[in-house]
């Protein structure tokens, strides 16, 4: 199944497919280490859904959702 990272429920994971959105916020995310194959798991979501924290390549992450939904995944 395929869906942005911003649609995760916590404790969900997924294998990245591709990271789109404009330069800055795609170089931004390649920067973070969001890559085409890396796993990430949805760690935790804020109450309004922003900020979400997500475990990616040993380390805890923390992203906007404007970000999170430049990340397509696959459940």
Known sequence: MIKTLD??????K?????????????????DMGITP?????MRKK???GDPIEVTL???ELTLRK???VCVTMEV
């Open 66 to 68: 404007t970000e999170a």
């Open 14 to 30: 997924g294998v990245v497919k591709s990271v789109g959105g404009e330069g800055r916020i795609k170089r931004r995310l390649f």
């Open 37 to 41: 194959g890396a796993e990430i798991t």
């Open 46 to 48: 804020a109450p309004l």
């Open 7 to 12: 649609l995760f429920a916590p404790n969900e």
């Open 57 to 59: 390549r040993g380390y």
